[in-house]
């Protein structure tokens, strides 16, 4: 699992880039915790995530309640079927904000 | 001379050094190996007997397995009549693992047996337990669990589904029925959620099996999961009884799997609503 973060105008935009699950997710959570520190408007960019476990909804959660409590802002995009089905079944697209694409994430993101 | 004393004194000095630290590693190897122990001990402490016979009543049986990781995950299973006519029956899911996990599933399955003693409805049980643990969740944790009360008398099944697999309801006919209404996220993640419930009509002779993502993400070397498809056709077999519906399913499994490590918990719970 690789991050790859950038940068466009106020938000910052991570890809995670393989699989996020109970073996990657730790070192994912560190990571992302860096970016925390100076940014308040981030999304998790999906494209290149072949799946997520209950691990890495995790990462997702605590994300989404720090900006909250920092009052920041959090999306989601690019869910592929298979991360799309998890986000559904858990719940969390009902209780995260996920879009379908990159372009519909970065668009009136206040 | 001096010099090489010096020297040989240094390397003495990096080789205590080195000792102590692998000392130091090799206890907190057996600090870890304790606590993961310990995390399997509560878990499987904390799930009740496979094959209960509610006092010797003839008008259901239940069968539940829950096999543990070697890394436990959070899976745990539970029932119990709330009275002549009612059988709760709960299936869960933490996420994570280790002792955090173990103790989030003490504390949900105790919050989920307390409410259901006196309050009957799936949906409020599961909106007051939600609030209950979404209140005091510093490590971002959650839990999603199946909770379903059978009516033994009426012969119908009230349940919520807070971020679980579907449970499958097979027909004494043999139609395989799947509960895909889900009502609300998983349990512990946001407070102020309110979960919905369904009611399902079950005739005698009707097996209800509730089951956690361990079955469909059990995968083989290849990487092939064994997937919803597989439990459907393991689960369309003619029915013998709940324990060799669920045996059989757990054999699928280990076969499909062929000696690869399984990665996460795998539980099952069998109901047969009978005369």
Known sequence: ?110 | MGKEANESKDIANVIAQKEQEITLLKDQMVRMEAELNLAKDIQLNMIPISHPDFGGRSDVELYAKLISAREVGGDFYDYYLLDDNHLAIVVGDVSGKGVAAGFMMAVGKALLKSRAATDYSTASIMSHVNQEMAANNPDYMFTTVFMGVINLAKKEMTYTNAGHNPTFILQKDGNLVKLSTLHGPVVAAMEDIVYGESVVSLSVGDVVFAYTDGITEAHNSTLELFSEERLCESLKRPFKNVKDTVERIVLDILLFERGEEQFDDITALCVEIKE
Do not use: H, W
């Open chain 1, 1 to 110: 699992m690789d991050i790859v973060s950038t940068a466009k105008e106020d938000m910052l935009i991570l890809d995670f880039v393989g699989q996020l699950d109970t073996g990657t997710a730790p070192r994912a959570e560190v990571e992302v915790n860096k970016y925390l520190e100076n940014n308040q408007k981030i999304i998790f960019n999906l494209a290149q995530t072949v799946f997520v476990s209950s691990a890495g909804l995790r990462v997702f959660l605590g994300t989404a309640k720090k900006l909250k409590a920092s009052g920041g802002l959090f999306r989601i995009c690019n869910a592929n079927q298979v991360v799309q089905e998890i986000l559904d079944i858990s719940g969390f697209s009902q209780i995260l904000d996920v879009k379908n694409s990159l372009e519909e994430a970065v668009t009136n993101f206040n």
